[in-house]
Nanobody
Framework: QVQPVESGGGLVQAGDSLTLSCAASRRTFSSYNIGWFRQAPGKEREFVAAISWTGGTTYYANSVKGRFTVPRDNAEGTAYLQMNSLKPADPAVYYC????????????WGQGTQVTVSS
């Protein structure tokens, strides 16, 4: 099992950059695909980005493509959500989640970290 823990949220201005971290046990981390999701007040949780367990494949929502990247460091047991050119539409609680390479969906979720963007 893996228990992700997010960190790095905060208040930034529109146009700024911010990097979120998702840390988990180094021993098991490399056996999981990592996804990033966000939920704004009054809205459904939505997919933001994901990276495969090897780091070789990434996926992005259209709303963040070209602005966000999702690197990972399996040796450190950490994945990142690098957010550039933040927009007023980006504020939300951001969650990372882990899916075992065997499939079955994102079974393990972090507690979330708040990102606020001031215009």
């Amino acid at each position: 099992q893996v228990q992700p823990v997010e960190s790095g949220g905060g208040l930034v201005q529109a146009g700024d950059s911010l990097t979120l971290s998702c840390a988990a046990s180094r021993r098991t981390f490399s056996s999981y695909n990592i996804g990033w999701f966000r939920q704004a007040p009054g809205k459904e949780r939505e997919f933001v980005a994901a990276i495969s367990w090897t780091g070789g494949t990434t996926y992005y929502a259209n709303s963040v493509k070209g602005r966000f990247t999702v690197p990972r460091d399996n040796a450190e047991g950490t994945a990142y959500l690098q957010m550039n050119s933040l927009k007023p539409a980006d504020p939300a609680v951001y969650y990372c989640a882990a899916e075992h390479v065997g499939g079955g969906g994102y079974d393990y979720w972090g507690q979330g970290t708040q990102v606020t963007v001031s215009s």
